[in-house]
């Protein structure tokens, strides 16, 4: 980093030493607060501040330098929190020879931030306490922790997080008996700077820096704030991530671009369609993930070593052939293609200004330079917007279309670099059997294919108008519509807005082909009625060995004959159906 050109400048406290003011006197056009989450957050009941109640991260601070924590041996100990801190001080704690380990949550265990390790604790000795949180902490005459008081919760309506928040619950109060507390609870940042010299930047509810998810901007002009400070407690791959986007934003910001402007630029890049949710198509057997062996707990506890066993050769080769169901689950906020956005990776064919939205990719104008292809970018359908130059050939499209919708719309066309999962042709989606299910979307992993931003959520039919073609019976790939012959919609009554299939297909009614049916041996019904039927008033039938020989009139009888006219005049004749029940007639003109 200094030899990049930076400076570093150390024992030197923002809000202590040196001033937002100051920073900006000094001529920096920019500044980037990243201070991090140092201060561990308090439980803010009676007693915590006893010597006994410890910080969780100090104790593990100690026991990482292999150091014993003073008077830990022998200790009854309760650790306050559900995170991995509370994880590690709970399993460092029996380590370290303590009497008796106690973690005690306020949530249920599912919702725990640490919930895989739970069982290994147990298994180590802890003892594990859900829904009970803490009402204060009781001392004897000296200030010596003698145990805490608790109070069990209800889970009430989920907050923010989708978990359910907790309330006490009256009347449930209890006491667990302890020598020392190790509150892991969370950190949060120190932002009493904020003030005169500092002014600007505001507070979260949540006790973060605020500033935008995108941009990093707080409200301050200028300032900018990156890293825990701004969304918490993380990990130190989002710490990393954290800064280098805000490296990016602060670039801009410098050269004199409008960060509003570049937000709704992404924000607009981003769709956030509503398609249905599949199953994630895979013929491969399911089979569950291969977990790893451990040692046993009476070896683990009493040392620092990895207790989990890797992989023998057979177990690894069975975990890598295992069906993992990649169908990416970011419909809609796909983080590649807001990276790719972020860092200069998106496509000419994205940015409106270059032919309209149907432009080509310009080598040179990325500096992600290599050997590709200039695609152009399909803007066609209406529903589905195809990128080929994301295309990374994986073939899920073409597996789902052909296997799974049927409409085979897609296919691996051309060899070796030139190789690409497209249409026939390279065609229009309109020129396919396609028929905007969006299954292609919503399986693509990369945003080759996404779906297109649209207005309408639902379809108003006119049934009235509807003349049984089923073409929408064949094309439907979700079975939404279906037809057979023990129901005909023909006959039902078009007045009402809605006609409810399902149930006409339950109901028996009169059609055609049941009317047929039931009428074509009356005659023979009459007569064992004892109805007397004059035959001279009939009309004459010819013998079945006669029907269609050309001799004689009247008509066929039934199964797809023809019937013949007499003098062999001219006919107008109607074909039999399928349905095995229709009789055809012919009369002369």
């Known amino acids: 980093m200094t030899r990049l050109g930076g400076k570093m400048v150390c024992n030197q406290g923002l ?21 991090g989450c140092y201060e561990t957050n308090t439980l803010g009941i009676p007693g915590e501040d006893a010597p006994e109640v410890l910080d969780g991260l100090e104790y ?46 306020r949530r249920d265990m599912k919702d ?48 923010v997080s989708g978990r359910r928040r907790p309330q006490p619950a009256p009347g449930t109060e209890f006491t667990i008996p302890c020598d020392r507390v190790l509150l892991a609870i969370g950190q949060g940042p120190e932002l009493d700077w904020i003030g005169p010299g500092s002014t600007g930047p505001t507070i979260t509810k949540n006790k973060r820096l605020g500033a935008d998810a995108v941009t990093f901007e707080t409200s301050r002009t200028g300032v900018f704030a990156s890293g825990d400070v701004r969304i918490g407690a993380a990990t130190v791959v989002q710490a990393v991530a954290e800064g280098r986007r805000a490296a990016y934003a602060v670039d801009a910001y410098l050269r004199g671009h409008d960060l509003s402007g570049i937000k709704t630029r992404q924000t607009l890049a981003e769709p956030q369609p509503e398609f249905l949710s ?45 069906c993992l169901q990649c169908t990416c689950e970011a419909i809609g906020f796909c983080d590649l293609r807001r990276l790719g956005i972020e860092y200069g990776t998106t496509l000419q064919t994205l940015e409106p200004q270059h032919h309209a939205g149907a432009g080509y990719r310009s080598v040179t104008e990325n500096r992600f330079t290599g050997i590709n292809h200039d695609y152009v970018r399909d803007d066609s359908h209406a529903f589905i917007l195809r990128e080929p130059s994301r295309c990374i050939d994986c073939g899920r499209c073409a ?18 670099f030139d190789t690409l999962v497209t249409t026939p042709l390279d065609m229009s989606l309109n020129d396919t059997p396609c028929v905007s299910c969006g299954r292609c979307a919503e399986t693509c992993p990369t945003g080759a294919l996404m779906p297109k931003p649209r207005v309408l959520q639902k379809y108003e039919v006119d049934e009235s108008r509807c003349i049984l073609c089923g073409i929408c019976v064949d094309a ?49 019904r009459a007569a064992d009625e004892g109805r007397f039927v004059d035959r001279g008033k009939l009309l004459p039938m010819l013998p079945a060995s006669l029907a269609g020989n050309g001799n004689g009139n009247g008509n066929g009888n039934g199964h797809g004959g023809h019937g013949a006219a007499q003098g062999g005049g001219p006919a107008l004749t109607a074909g039999g159906h399928d349905h095995g029940a229709g009789s055809t007639h012919a009369h002369p003109k």
Not at 292 to 309: S, V
Request: proline share 5%; glycine share 8%; charged share 25%.
């Open 278 to 322: 599949i199953v994630p198509f895979t013929a491969e057997v399911k089979e569950p993930r291969y977990r790893m062996k451990a040692l046993e707990p009476e070896l683990r506890n009493t040392n620092y070593i990895e207790y989990e066993i890797p992989y023998s050769t057979a177990e690894a080769v069975a975990e890598s052939t295992r």
């Open 60 to 105: 593990l601070r100690t026991a990482t330098l292999g150091l014993p924590y003073p008077n830990h041996a022998g200790k009854r100990v309760v650790v306050i929190g559900g995170g991995f801190t509370s994880m590690d001080c709970s399993r460092t704690s029996v380590r370290q020879g303590a009497k008796d380990v106690t973690l005690v949550y």
């Open 476 to 524: 439907c790939p979700y079975d939404a519509l279906r037809d057979g012959g023990e129901f005909e919609l023909a006959h039902t009554s078009r007045e009402a807005p809605m006609i409810d299939l399902m149930a006409l297909a339950a109901v028996d009614r009169e059609t055609e082909v049941t009317y047929i049916r039931r009428e074509r041996d009356w005659l023979q």
């Open 399 to 416: 597996n789902v279309c052909a296997e799974v919708v049927g409409a085979a719309c897609y296919d691996f066309m051309r060899i070796g």
């Open 15 to 35: 809000g202590r030493d040196f001033t937002l003011d100051d920073l900006q006197y000094q001529g920096f056009d920019a500044v980037v607060i990243a201070i």
């Open 112 to 159: 725990m931030p640490a919930s895989g390790e739970v069982h290994e604790a147990i298994e180590e000795g802890v003892t594990a306490i859900f829904q009970a949180g803490p009402t204060r902490v009781i001392t004897d005459e000296r200030g010596n922790v003698t145990g805490v008081e608790f109070i069990r919760m209800a889970l009430g309506e989920p907050d």
